[in-house]
């Protein structure tokens, strides 16, 4: 029952800026932490972006640091990542993933390396070209 799922992706302009959504059902996605991964062709899988459950405390990737920002709509059980200033590294396929786990800011779950999420969606592209 329980989907992630992505939305927002696309073709962008050096420069410009792109909204990622990750809707949930079947979970109240607030009492889970939740992170944005990116893959490039032939590449590890990268960690991104992540927020945590209990506190709202974040973490970035270095490269996105100042660019992009996570945030959560409990609401509308979203989760989000705005990137400003997208560069052409930043084309890859994001995939939001969940986990009840405190993964997030927890040492022993490794934070944005950490991979184990229970929950996964299915991606959404982003690219970045002139």
């Known amino acids: 029952q329980v989907q992630l799922v992505e939305f927002g992706g696309g073709l962008v302009q050096p420069g410009g800026s792109l909204r990622l959504s990750c809707s949930a059902s079947?979970?109240?996605?607030?009492?889970?932490?939740v992170g944005w991964y990116r893959q490039v062709r032939g590449e590890e899988r990268e960690g991104v972006a992540c927020?945590?459950?209990?506190?709202?405390?974040?973490d970035y990737e270095d490269s996105v640091k100042g660019r992009f920002t996570i945030s959560r709509d409990k609401a509308q059980n979203t989760v989000y990542l705005q990137m400003n200033n997208l560069k052409p590294e930043d084309t890859a396929n994001y995939t939001c993933a969940a986990d009840l786990r405190e993964w997030c800011t927890s040492r022993w779950l490794l934070g944005l390396r950490y991979y184990g999420q229970e929950y996964w969606g299915k991606g959404t592209p982003v690219t970045v070209s002139s």
């Open positions: 927020i945590s459950s209990s506190d709202g405390g974040t």
């Open positions: 079947g979970i109240m996605l607030d009492h889970y932490d």
